[in-house]
């Protein structure tokens, strides 16, 4: 090997946990839980209320102290170093908290007093944060008189304030609406492509499978499934395949309709997922079968037994599909 040629050094996770847990009494809310986030990602944890997801961060941010287990923030511990590693980190959570009777101006200005800015470089810190979140003309307004959007962008400037190299939001954009969760969301690949490390809960899987480099699963306080879209997709088998949407006319759950269904699972050896929300149904693709062939089978078996559609499609299974069966499952490693 030329040793002109210099390998490139690993970069260290901003974002470590070592078996977190938390136990409330006899209940165990976190369990056991590792991960490793680094610079410039951006990490979606999801599950369902009450999974722990708000318990985690609450532990990574210093509010609550692990029953056991240790977490590294920028290589500090959590634990025996708890007051170093607040100077690393932001956090927006899920209940806006500012100063309704200042000014956006003035909640900035106190926030970076308060963390002792340089005061050569508070105004020009401020002025940035007001323009990236898209509040300038409202700088003077107090923040109580604020829309819940310019409010969420305001805490979010808030949270940004000391330059944090990792940022934990819990559920931020939630009862948005959809104009001001996309400016959100163009505000975290911006920190995401200028290094910080992003921890982000939310319910909204579009939020997650659009944003999110890697995703966590957690389910009663374990994390269950970890990866890219791809990646958790795979550990589903049998998730590829094809949706039709059915006439309006026929009723997904008829007792006829779910007899079809599981004669045509038999023959074609595939997995029928009904969603009688969107009245569709989901025919899995057989691993090796050949596209063609699979869809010809299909549409003769719609064709034979007479099973009215209006639209059809094919593809990968999206977040949604992947969450839903990887969250209902039990095995799964």
């Given at each position: 090997?030329?040793?002109?040629?210099?390998?490139?050094?690993?970069?260290?996770?901003?974002?470590?946990?070592?078996?977190?847990?938390?136990?409330?009494?006899?209940?165990?809310?976190?369990?056991?839980?590792?991960l490793s986030i680094y610079p410039g990602e951006l990490y979606a944890l999801l599950g369902d209320n009450g999974a722990g997801k708000t318990t985690?961060?609450?532990?990574?941010?210093?509010?609550?102290?692990?029953?056991?287990?240790?977490?590294?923030?920028?290589?500090?511990?959590?634990?025996?170093q708890s007051e170093k590693i607040k100077a690393y980190f932001g956090v927006v959570s899920q209940d806006i908290?500012?100063?309704?009777?200042?000014?956006c101006y003035e909640n900035l200005k106190f926030l970076a007093e308060l963390y002792h800015l340089p005061k050569e470089g508070r105004a020009a810190r401020i002025d940035q944060l007001l323009n990236s979140s898209g509040l300038v003309d409202r700088a003077s307004d107090r923040a109580g008189n604020l829309s819940g959007g310019m409010q969420r962008r305001l805490?979010?400037?808030c949270a940004l304030i000391k330059s944090p190299k990792v940022l934990f939001m819990d559920e931020p954009t939630v009862g948005l609406d959809p104009a001001s969760r996309?400016?959100?969301?163009?505000?975290?690949?911006?920190?995401?492509?200028?290094?910080?490390?992003?921890?982000?809960?939310?319910?909204?899987?579009?939020e997650a499978e659009l944003l999110a480099d890697r995703i966590g699963i957690i389910r009663e306080g374990k994390l269950v499934a970890e990866g890219t879209v791809r990646e958790l997709a795979k550990k589903i088998h049998g998730m590829r395949g094809i949706s039709i949407k059915l006439a309006d006319d026929v009723a997904i759950d008829s007792a006829e309709l779910?007899?079809?269904?599981?004669?045509?699972?038999?023959?074609?050896?595939?997995?029928?997922?009904?969603?009688?929300?969107?009245?569709?149904?989901?025919?899995?693709?057989?691993?090796?079968?050949?596209?063609?062939i699979y869809l010809r089978s299909v549409f003769e078996w719609l064709s034979?037994?007479?099973?009215?559609?209006?639209?059809?499609?094919?593809?990968?299974?999206?977040?949604?599909?992947?969450?839903?069966?990887?969250?209902?499952?039990?095995?799964m490693q």
């Open positions: 090997m030329d040793p002109s040629i210099q390998t490139p050094t690993p970069v260290p996770p901003a974002i470590v946990a070592h078996g977190l847990t938390r136990k409330f009494g006899s209940r165990v809310s976190v369990d056991n839980l590792s985690t961060i609450s532990m990574l941010t210093t509010l609550l102290e692990p029953s056991s287990g240790d977490f590294q923030i920028c290589g500090f511990s959590g634990v025996k908290s500012l100063y309704n009777e200042l000014t805490a979010i400037a996309r400016q959100i969301w163009a505000t975290l690949k911006d920190l995401k492509n200028s290094g910080v490390a992003i921890l982000l809960t939310t319910h909204y899987l579009e779910k007899s079809k269904l599981d004669r045509l699972a038999q023959s074609l050896k595939v997995t029928v997922r009904l969603d009688a929300l969107r009245n569709t149904i989901y025919i899995s693709q057989p691993e090796g079968s050949a596209l063609d034979a037994e007479g099973v009215a559609f209006s639209k059809f499609a094919t593809g990968e299974p999206n977040l949604e599909e992947v969450f839903m069966a990887l969250s209902k499952s039990e095995a």
